[in-house]
C-alpha cells in the first residue's frame, strides 16, 4: 500500500507539482486562520507583508486584512492544486471523454438521481428509446428478448449455442455515455468474408465473453462496462426458447425469423419451453422501478416474448411503478397489418391478461407524402390513434409529436424522451 501512495510521486507523473502547491496553500490558509484567532500576536511575516503592501499600493494596511489575504490566497492555492491535479489523472484515466471534468461529474451526479425506469422491449425501437432516455437518468434497467433467430444472432445461436446477442448489442451501444470508436466497433459489420459475412464485431465480442465466462449475463456486464453506459442492459431469461406463432389457420410457426417472414395474419405467440425462468436482476428491476416502459418495437416478436418470461407479468402487475405502453408509429407487415393503437393494446393484454397498463403513448403527426407512399410500396401505414377505444380500456391515452424528420418514419429518441419525461412530471413519479 505504502508503494503503490509513494508510486504517485513519481517522475513524469504530473502530480507532484499540484500537490506541492496545494500544500503552499494550506500552510498560508492556516497561518492566516491563526492570525485571525490571535490577533494581539502579530508575527514578524504578517508585519512585514503588511509594510510591502504599504510601500506597493501606497495606502495603510492593517495587519486584519492581511490576515484576510492570507486566508484567501492560501484557499485560492488549495483549490487550483486539486482541481490541477485531478484533472492530471482525468486526462490520462479517460481521455476518450469530450467534456470536462465538472460537466462530467455534474452529469453523473444529477443522472445518478433520476427516476428508476424499466424499459421492455428489443429491436431498433427499444434502441431509440434508450438513446432518449439516457441524457434524463442512469437508473435505466433495459429488459431485451432473445428470442432472435435470424441473420447473425441466428448464426450463432446455432454454431456457438449462445444466446442472440443481437439485440442487446444494440441496447448496449444505445446506452454508451459517447459516441466514439468503441460504439463504433461494436457496430462494425464484416464484409467480403466468407466465415465473417453479415456478423458485427459486437455480436461476435458478446459470444467470445461468453465462452470464456461461462455465462452470457457476464459477458453482457462485461461489455457494459467497456462502452460505459448509463444503465444496465438485462437478458429477460437465459433459457434458450424459441418464439412460436399460432397463425390464422392454426398452423404453428416456429422461429422469430420463419414468424416475420410469414404472410397470415397471427393469433397468438407463445414460447418453447413453456416455461422460462427470468433472470433475478430482471424481477428485482421491475419491483424498484418508479416507471415501467412497455415498447416501442415489433409487438409480436420484441414486446410480448418478454411477458412470455416466467414471472414478469405478475413482478409488473404487483409493481408500484406507473406502466406506459408506447405504441408503434406505422404498422408492421405480417404482424399488424390494419392494426391501430387500441388493438396493439388489445393484442397485448389477450397475451398478459393480469397486466395493469397505466398510459399509452401514441404518435399523432402525420408522416410526409413521400415517406407515406414509400412505405405504402412496403404495405406498411401510419398507426390510427384511437384515443376513444384506448379510454374504453380503461388506458390514459397520450397524443404526441413522436416522429422523426429523416428519410424513415420511427420514432424520434429526442422527442420519445421528453414525451417520457413530461409524463413522468405529471405522474408526479418519485
Same mark, same amino acid.
Given at each position: ?110 443522472l445518478a438521481q ?106 453482457v456486464k462485461q ?35 420463419s414468424i416475420t ?32 416502459? @412497455? ?9 410480448? /416474448?418478454?411477458? !412470455?418470461? *416466467? $414471472?414478469?407479468?405478475?413482478? #409488473? ?84 409529436? @413522436? ?9 424520434? /429518441?429526442?422527442? !420519445?424522451? *421528453? $414525451?417520457?419525461?413530461?409524463? #413522468? ?6
Open positions: 500500500m505504502l508503494k503503490k501512495t509513494y508510486k504517485w510521486l513519481s517522475p513524469g507523473m504530473k502530480i507532484k507539482r499540484w500537490i506541492f502547491l496545494s500544500w503552499i496553500g494550506l500552510t498560508i490558509f492556516i497561518l492566516g486562520v491563526i492570525l485571525i484567532i490571535n490577533p494581539k500576536i502579530p508575527t514578524q511575516i504578517e508585519l512585514g507583508t503588511a509594510e510591502i503592501i504599504n510601500k506597493i499600493t501606497g495606502y495603510d494596511i492593517h495587519t486584519i486584512w492581511v490576515d484576510i489575504i492570507f486566508i484567501t490566497v492560501g484557499f485560492v492555492l488549495i483549490i487550483i492544486g486539486i482541481l490541477k491535479w485531478f484533472k492530471s489523472i482525468y486526462e490520462v484515466a479517460v481521455p476518450y471523454r469530450k467534456k470536462d471534468l465538472v460537466d462530467v461529474v455534474y452529469d453523473e451526479r444529477k433520476g427516476v428508476k425506469i424499466v424499459t421492455i422491449g428489443g429491436g431498433t425501437g427499444l434502441s431509440s428509446l434508450l438513446r432518449g432516455l439516457k441524457s434524463q437518468t442512469s437508473n435505466i434497467a433495459a429488459v431485451v428478448t432473445v428470442a432472435d433467430d435470424g441473420g447473425s444472432s441466428g448464426r450463432l445461436r446455432k454454431e456457438m449455442g449462445v444466446l442472440p446477442p443481437g439485440d442487446i448489442r444494440n441496447c448496449l451501444v444505445a446506452l454508451a455515455d459517447e459516441e466514439n470508436l468503441m460504439s463504433e466497433l461494436f457496430q462494425y459489420r464484416f464484409h467480403d468474408s466468407e466465415s465473417l459475412e453479415g456478423h458485427s464485431f459486437g455480436n461476435l465480442l458478446l459470444a467470445a465473453m461468453t465462452d470464456i465466462s461461462g455465462s452470457f449475463d457476464t459477458a461489455s457494459s462496462k467497456i462502452l460505459a453506459i448509463k444503465g444496465r442492459v438485462l437478458p429477460a431469461t437465459l433459457y434458450q426458447s424459441t418464439l412460436c406463432a399460432v397463425m390464422e389457420d392454426d398452423e404453428v410457426v416456429r422461429g422469430e425469423s417472414h410469414d404472410e397470415r395474419k397471427i393469433k397468438k405467440v407463445f414460447l418453447e419451453p413453456e416455461y422460462c425462468k427470468p433472470l433475478d436482476e430482471v424481477i428485482e428491476a421491475i419491483s424498484e422501478s418508479d416507471f415501467i416502459v @412497455l415498447g416501442p418495437g415489433s409487438l409480436y416478436t420484441s414486446v410480448i /416474448p418478454n411477458l !412470455l418470461v *416466467d $414471472g414478469v407479468i405478475s413482478a #409488473i402487475t404487483n409493481s408500484k411503478a406507473v406502466t406506459l405502453y408506447v405504441c408503434n408509429v406505422m404498422t408492421q407487415p405480417g404482424e399488424t397489418d390494419g392494426f391501430s393503437a387500441s388493438d396493439h393494446l388489445k393484442t397485448l393484454k389477450k397475451h398478459a391478461q393480469e397486466i395493469r397498463i397505466d398510459y399509452c403513448l401514441v404518435n399523432d403527426e402525420i408522416p410526409s407524402p413521400t415517406l407515406q407512399e414509400k412505405y405504402k410500396l412496403e404495405n406498411a401505414y401510419p398507426v390510427p390513434a384511437d384515443v376513444e377505444e384506448i379510454e374504453k380500456m380503461g388506458v390514459k391515452p397520450i397524443k404526441a409529436s @413522436l416522429i422523426s424528420q429523416t428519410n424513415l418514419v420511427r420514432h424520434d /429518441p429526442a422527442k !420519445l424522451s *421528453d $414525451g417520457i419525461t413530461k409524463l #413522468i412530471m405529471d405522474a408526479n413519479v418519485k
